[in-house]
Each structure stands twice: as C-alpha cells, then as structure tokens.
C-alpha cells in the first residue's frame, strides 16, 4: 500500500540519549515535512525538505536534525533528548512543496510516539 | 505571521445532530484553506479544501465555504454519525508567508468530536 512509513511506532527514551525516528514513503513526492503534534497546540512544523540534498527549518527546529540524501527517506534525529521533546511526532509529503494555486496536499504517515523521560 | 484559530473542544454531539466547528484565519496573501481529520491512532487525512474564495470544499457530508470576508473556514455536517468521532484540524496554506515557497500548511489547535449514538 502506497503511503508512508513511520518507524518505531512508540518509544521510551532517557533524557541525553539520541534518537532518530525513520520516514520513507514510496509515491515518489518531492516535498517531506516533520511535524510534532502537542495537545492544545495542533501541528507545528519542525524541518521540511523541498527535494532532496535540501532541508529547511520550520517553527520549532531547536534540538531535531534530518537530512534528504535521497527522495524516500527523511530521518528526523533528536542529538540529546530533553523531556519538553516528549510528543507525537508526525511525518508528511506532498507531491510538490508550493503550486500555482497553493493548494498543497499533504499525506501524512501514522506517527511516532516519543516519551523522553 | 499565519495563524488558524478554531473553536473550542471537545465537541459532544448525538448521532444524527448537526456539526458547526469553527475556524478564522489570519493570513498575508490569499491563501488555500484545508480541513484534516485525525481518527483515533491514525495519521492525518485531507477531509477537504478550498483554494479561493467563495469556494465550497465538500467530501463525506462534510462541507466548508471559504469567507475571505470573515476570514472564515467553518466546517459543517447535516447529520453526524458514531464513526465521524475524531479529531478535526483547520489549516492554511500561505503561498506568499514569508517569501519562502514551501507550502508550508500552518494549523489550528484541532477539535476533538464525539458522537454519541
């Protein structure tokens, strides 16, 4: 089934440790996003990646890296986990990053549960 | 900068009664406005969107018009079932927010509903 894959599904980390959660979708979009999902706040946006060997920070980058060395894959790594990390962590693509009417259509994956403790 | 403001939740509501949730928006240009919903443990999923004003997105029995002069992007259904329980996001996406063209989707809190039968 063509979609994306976020992998693992829920996780439990020590405060310090580094995490690196794994995205790969299979329907070829050039666009892919990380978001994190926190009760009250909706969605916000943490790294995007317009096409690959490209990323990009959105409105809450501190303490995530990722990297695009290929269009399937957008790993999101935590360097040194802290409890206000603690979230829902959701990854999405779309076919293009910005179309001529803005009409971008995201696909998102299932998301990653991640407790920093 | 963007913003969605959506109404208050959680939103309880008996089968078969009619749905109003509540979005305005502020934006810089004109942008296209979306509604996703969020069923239980799953990712989210585009519901529908409207990418100019005075249009009207439809899917599911669901429906929302784009107000440009009430900023406005209210999501609306007739007769809601036990399975339309979920969570509700409204979201824009600004073509001209910052320059950076990466439609980048911004969204608002997210309103939890549940039907009852």
């Known amino acids: 089934i063509a979609g994306i894959t976020q992998a693992p599904t829920s996780q439990i980390l020590a405060a310090g440790r580094r995490m690196t959660l794994r995205c790969t979708q299979d329907?070829?979009?050039?666009?892919m996003y990380w978001y994190r999902q926190d009760l009250g706040l909706g969605l916000r946006l943490i790294h995007y990646s317009n096409t690959a060997g490209t990323t990009g920070k959105g409105e809450v980058p501190d303490g995530y890296s990722v990297s695009r060395a290929n269009t399937d894959d957008f790993p999101l790594t935590l360097a040194s986990a802290v409890p206000s990390q603690t979230s829902v962590y959701f990854c999405a693509s779309s076919d293009s990053g910005f179309t001529s009417s803005g009409a971008n259509v995201l696909t998102f994956g299932a998301g990653s549960r991640l407790t920093v403790l | 900068g963007d913003s969605v403001t959506q109404m208050e939740g959680p939103v309880t509501l008996s089968e078969e009664a009619f749905l109003t949730i509540n979005c305005t928006y502020t934006a810089t240009g004109y942008p296209s406005l979306f509604w996703y919903v969020q069923y239980p443990g799953e990712g989210l999923q585009l519901l529908l969107k409207a990418t100019k004003a005075d249009d009207k997105g439809s899917n599911k029995g669901f429906e929302a018009t784009y107000r440009k002069e009430t900023t406005s992007f209210h999501l609306e259904k007739g007769s809601v079932q036990v399975s339309d329980s979920a969570v509700y996001f409204c979201?824009?996406?600004?073509?001209?927010?910052?320059?950076?063209?990466?439609?980048?989707?911004?969204f608002g809190q997210g309103t939890i509903l549940t039907v009852h039968p």
């Open positions: 329907m070829r979009h050039n666009a």
């Open positions: 979201a824009l996406s600004d073509p001209y927010a910052g320059g950076t063209s990466y439609g980048k989707l911004t």
